[in-house]
């Protein structure tokens, strides 16, 4: 089983700002089949991006996404207010399919 | 528009059983992958299984292997999650997902989720 670790646990920052999300796995996601969604409190899960760096059809373009191998990164170039929210990666490379814990992302 | 909406949750007593239904709509269910995710009480989101377009195909997660099934009527455009010996580690909301590539014999990422289902398991 292929197991996500995400760092840090909570990221607390302001509207404007960078935020830099890390997604480490314990061994290679093969093709790169990563993805990274973002989830509200009391709402499911959105696709964010998938296949590490591709950007889903509507998801603003201060959303990237970056990585390979076993080292991931979800940068949310600068804060919206609608931005802050929880952010799970996920590996779907290899059963069984595996989510991160998250990283919650508040306001500072 | 894309709708996934589940039912047949509710509080069942540990060691028995439930069945939760996905029903799909805007969409040609019989071409896509179908997935149940489910999230505990205020924690993250724990992958439970899939079954490919096709039906003949699934995978689970080792904690409900052997206990749950995951099938589909293509014919009713509706995903099924059989839940067998249930225990309270199990209570959740359930959500169904649809991948996002048709007619796909590997596994991708979940474009389209329902609201989800609670299942309560306690005596």
């Known amino acids: 089983e292929i197991v996500l670790t995400q760092s840090p646990g909570t990221l607390s920052l302001s509207p404007g700002e960078r935020a830099t999300l890390s997604c480490r796995a314990s061994q290679s996601v093969k093709s790169n089949y990563l993805a990274w969604y973002q989830q509200k409190p009391g709402q499911a899960p959105r696709l964010l991006m998938y296949?590490?760096?591709n950007r889903v059809s509507g998801i603003p373009d201060r959303f990237s996404g970056s990585g390979s191998g076993t080292d991931f990164t979800l940068t949310i170039s600068r804060l919206e207010p609608d931005d802050f929210a929880v952010y799970y990666c996920?590996?779907?490379?290899?059963?069984?399919?595996?989510f991160g814990p998250g990283t919650k992302v508040d306001i500072k | 528009q894309v709708q996934l909406v589940e039912s047949g949750g509710g509080v069942v007593q540990p060691g028995r059983s439930l069945r939760l239904s996905c029903a799909a709509s805007g969409f040609t269910f019989s071409v896509y992958n179908m997935h149940w995710v489910r999230q505990a009480p205020g924690k993250g989101l724990e992958w439970v299984a899939v079954i490919l377009y096709h039906g003949r195909n699934k995978n689970y997660a080792d904690s409900v292997q052997g206990r749950f099934t995951i099938s589909r009527d293509n014919s009713k455009d509706t995903l099924y999650l059989e839940m067998n010996s249930l225990r309270p580690e199990d209570t959740a909301v359930y959500f169904c997902a649809r991948e996002s590539p048709p007619n796909s014999n590997t596994w991708s990422s979940l474009l389209a989720w329902g609201q989800g289902a609670l299942v309560t398991v306690s005596s």
């Open positions: 296949g590490a760096s």
């Open positions: 996920q590996q779907y490379s290899s059963s069984p399919l595996t």
